[in-house]
């Protein structure tokens, strides 16, 4: 079938029903603590919420949604479907974009970070903050304090590790943070006018994670979105799925199987081989809420498209 002959077909079916045909895929790829028929509603309900999102094309509608299934983040809290224009293609296209709750969910994924707090410091709170040889953070916000965006003084993140230790990098002043919404190709658009401080949050957070234990689905995510604000197209495949991880991945599954093969042999039922995990550099915290499941193990490259 030709592309042309497939862009005729896809325009032809109804939104729900190009999700519909995109569930074996989607399924196929997801982690536990998701479930295909949540995803999908999820990008229904963005849909009706951003209906450009129904302009968009099939793949690259079909290629967000796969991003976000592959990282394990819901759609509409922890990663966003957003529209764009493609001007060199004249077409409008989906970018999946993550939001600072789904990367603090991939932090935490690591094992090593419990807790990440992103907060917005207002003019009116008390806050100081000391570097050097015993950094610390003194922020008590002022319930009387006037909260919008035009009150804003400052960003942070602080780590807490499994470790006890709190980890944070410099806070970001307003300005800074305005800088970086300069570079983005939607900073008169989407969500840096709508959720400014969740924008801001989420600028802060990226900025820790450069000093956290990560794991490649989380370094993955901070690409993808570095990438989206500045234009560029990517797949989660096109950084997770390295020649090195897939080799890895084939690797693993081998001993497992060749255990399973000895137990059978011996007449017993062996347990599959643990899986050696790299050491990690800090590690973590003595508060905050329990890691997110990890997701299901990574494919070798994300699956076609169902057309």
């Not at 999700?19 to 849909?47: G, Y």
């Not at 004249?90 to 970018?95: F, P, Q, S, T």
Request: contains cysteine.
């Amino acid at each position: 079938m030709t592309r042309a002959v497939v862009a005729t077909t896809e325009k032809k079916l109804t939104f729900d029903a190009l999700l519909e045909r995109m569930k074996p895929q989607i399924t196929a790829i997801l982690p536990k603590h998701l479930t295909p028929e949540r995803m999908l509603a999820l990008a229904s309900l963005a849909a009706t919420k951003t209906p450009a999102l129904k302009d968009c094309t099939p793949l690259s509608l079909f290629n967000a949604i796969v991003t976000a299934s592959r990282l394990g983040l819901e759609l509409g809290t922890h990663m966003h479907l957003v529209p764009f224009r493609n001007s060199r293609a004249n077409a409008m296209e989906c970018v999946a974009i993550p939001d600072y709750r789904g990367l603090i969910s991939l932090a935490e994924r690591s094992g090593k970070v419990r807790h990440i707090d992103a907060r917005v410091v207002y003019k009116g709170d008390h806050f100081e903050y000391v570097l050097g040889s015993a950094p610390s953070i003194v922020h008590k916000p002022s319930m009387d304090t006037d909260r919008s965006d035009g009150n804003i003084l400052a960003f942070y993140a602080v780590a807490h590790l499994e470790n006890g230790l709190a980890v944070f990098d410099e806070p970001m002043s307003k300005a800074q943070v305005d800088a970086v919404r300069e570079r983005s190709r939607a900073k008169s658009d989407g969500p840096w006018v709508t959720d400014y401080q969740a924008m801001g949050k989420k600028t802060v957070v990226k900025r820790l994670a450069k000093f956290l234990p990560q794991t490649p689905e989380m370094a993955a995510a901070v690409e993808l979105d570095n990438r989206a604000e500045t234009g560029e197209t990517s797949t989660v495949s096109d950084l997770i799925d390295t020649s090195d991880s897939i080799n890895a991945t084939v690797a693993d599954r081998t001993a497992e199987r060749l255990d399973e093969l000895k137990g059978r042999m011996s007449g017993g039922a062996a347990e599959p081989a643990a899986k050696a995990t790299a050491p990690a550099e800090e590690s973590g915290s003595a508060s905050g809420p329990a890691p997110a499941p990890a997701p299901a193990p990574q494919k070798a490259g994300d699956p076609e498209p169902p057309w």
